[in-house]
């Protein structure tokens, strides 16, 4: 299974919106345009008279996305900062005829011939940062076009929240989002790098506690939701600090021979939240003391360099670097 989106940022593509997406396509009208296949599938769910439909232009990218669209993928449409309709593919065709009557042509007298039909579509109310974090992407993240998400990522939601469905709806949970705001104020007020840590050292039992106290409503969904995020999160730091032998990756120190013990800490590069960005290239293991400098100093990393450049004006390169 696919999770394609599109965008419907454009003045045809907002018209669009309200005529196919918003409401549904007279396609009973027109069923002699149709394969008889793809009129059965329809006719299945009982959108054989009326349907949800989007389209794309003619174009390299577009026809070969268009092309790995298949029955049961999940599309999400995007338009000014949001995702706001989730929904399932239930077949597709090519038709320009039934392009022109649903949609008319564009300017330069082309139309959006390559149509899927959809099913089940929800409105949603994905912020597109939120999406960003969510999925990997960088923060500064803007969907365009027709395209799919990584099969990888989709394949990370599906362990984590046993499916696509299941983290979509958890993402657009408005109880979530309150809880979320909570937690961002609470990060402010107490200084990153301390909760960073103490969160990813809690144990589960202390971690719904946690949220609890934070947000005494928050649902069983959104709880659990939190907590397999964490969940996550916390194996991805782990097998890192095995990976540098839990060495810092700014000294190379480690207090394990010592000591016999280890302190070193996962810190994200971009700023730290429940929802965060939690793969690898998002995290450093620190030694204690270089966490709470990097915080405190308002270390910024350099990706290209792999330095640390300090506010003050001093940098440091990284003594370890595998992963970033
Ligand atoms: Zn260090
Ligand atoms: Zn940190």
């Known amino acids: 299974m696919k999770l394609f ?3 419907a940022s ?11 997406i918003q409401n549904k396509f007279r396609i009973g009208q027109y069923r002699f345009l149709l394969p008889e ?9 009982n959108a054989h008279e ?9 174009g390299p990218a577009n026809i070969r996305n268009w092309n790995k669209i298949e029955k049961g993928d999940r599309v999400l449409i ?6 706001v309709y989730y929904g399932m593919v239930l077949a597709k065709v090519h038709s320009p005829e039934i392009a022109e009557i649903a949609w008319g042509k564009d300017i330069k007298g082309e139309t959006w011939e390559y ?3 959809l099913y089940n579509l929800q409105e949603i109310d994905i912020d597109v940062v939120e999406f960003a974090r969510f999925f990997g992407y960088r923060t500064n993240f803007i969907p365009q076009g027709f395209s799919f998400i990584r099969e990888e990522i989709v394949t990370k939601c599906m362990n984590e929240f046993g499916g696509i469905d299941q983290a979509i709806s958890f993402l657009t949970n408005s109880t979530l989002k309150a809880t979320m705001g909570t937690f961002n104020n609470i990060v402010e007020q107490h200084g990153e790098r301390e909760l960073e840590s103490s969160i990813m050292e809690m144990d589960d039992d202390q971690f719904v506690n946690y ?15 939190l907590r397999k995020i964490r969940k996550y999160n916390k194996k991805i730091i782990d097998e890192l600090k095995e990976r540098y032998n839990h060495r810092c990756q700014i000294c190379g120190r480690s207090s394990l021979n010592e000591y016999g013990v280890s302190v070193v800490e996962g810190h994200h590069i971009e700023p730290f939240s429940l929802t965060q960005n939690n793969s690898p290239d998002n995290i450093m293991i620190l030694c204690p003391t270089h966490h709470r400098l990097i915080h405190k100093a308002k270390g910024e990393f350099d990706r290209k360099k792999k330095e640390i450049h300090y506010a003050n004006g001093y940098s440091e390169k990284l003594l370890l670097n595998e992963h970033l």
Not at 10 to 17: E, G, I, T, Y
């Open 5 to 7: 989106y599109f965008t």
């Open 78 to 83: 995007y338009s000014q900062g949001k995702f």
């Open 50 to 58: 009326e349907v949800n439909m989007w389209g794309a232009l003619p």
């Open 10 to 20: 454009s003045k045809d593509a907002q018209k669009h919106l309200q005529d196919t």
């Open 37 to 45: 296949d793809v009129f059965r599938q329809l006719q299945i769910v």
């Open 211 to 225: 949220i609890n106290s934070l947000d005494s409503n928050a649902s069983i969904e959104v709880k659990e939701g």
């Open 115 to 117: 149509i899927y039909f």
